[in-house]
């Protein structure tokens, strides 16, 4: 295997710092919730200086909202990957959650994993947060409108069906989220992500009976 090359250890390092600042900000957040979070805050958590994290992130909230960003355009080239033959939200379901379910394979458990109910408030914070949610550009879901009308044989300026369902997997996304912030006992996300998908690819139909997909 060739070594990285200096360019290449580059992007990876910035790459980890913005991570890690991510990082920081979301542990702040859940620990003193999110109105209590600074720049500050984060950049000494992350043991860097202000000035790193403002080359990194214009505010808290683009940081807050960043592993969520990574994971869609991640999700773009798992898609891009997908076979070509295969149905088409088959492709969508398992490109959405591999970068997901790739994160949770790395990192560390100690068996007790499960947020706290007051985690979970503030989760539940976080995803109303319309700064937060502003954070995932329209360039993003433009991507996926793109990827979509590629593997469907659309075209992304004409034609409404890519547009439809890429607006569809956000509406998937909102749902699987809000559901996991106030799920008691606590469910996996990406056990929501795939009941939420499934049901999209059956075409919604009616539950069987009160309490929704399962």
């Known amino acids: 295997m060739s070594e990285p090359t200096p360019s290449g250890l580059r992007e990876r390092k910035k790459a980890d710092t913005r991570r890690a600042l991510s990082d920081a900000a979301l542990t702040l957040a859940l620990e003193n919730g999110i109105d209590q979070v600074t720049r500050e805050a984060i950049a000494n958590l992350a043991g860097v200086s202000l000035r790193t994290f403002n080359n990194y992130f214009t505010g808290k909230y683009e940081a807050l909202a960043y592993r969520q960003v990574e994971r869609l355009r991640l999700g773009i080239d ?27 394979a790395e990192a560390p458990s100690d068996g007790d994993d ?58 998937v996304g909102d749902a699987a989220m809000e559901t996991y912030a ?24 009616e539950p069987t009976r009160r309490g929704g997909y399962r």
Do not use: C, H
């Open 114 to 171: 499960a947020p706290s109910r007051a985690e979970l408030a503030e989760i539940r914070k976080m995803l109303m947060n319309p700064e937060i949610r502003s954070a995932i550009s329209k360039d993003l879901f433009d991507e996926w409108v793109q990827v979509i009308a590629e593997r469907s044989g659309t075209d992304p300026a004409r034609d409404m069906y890519p547009r439809l369902v890429a607006a569809v997997i956000g509406a």
């Open 182 to 205: 106030t799920a008691d006992p606590p469910v996996p996300i990406t056990t929501l992500y795939r009941q939420g998908m499934t049901a999209v690819a059956a075409g919604l139909p």
């Open 78 to 104: 798992a898609l891009r990957a997908r076979p070509a033959g295969e149905p088409l939200w088959t492709s969508v379901t398992e490109a959405l959650l591999a970068p997901m379910e790739a994160e949770l």
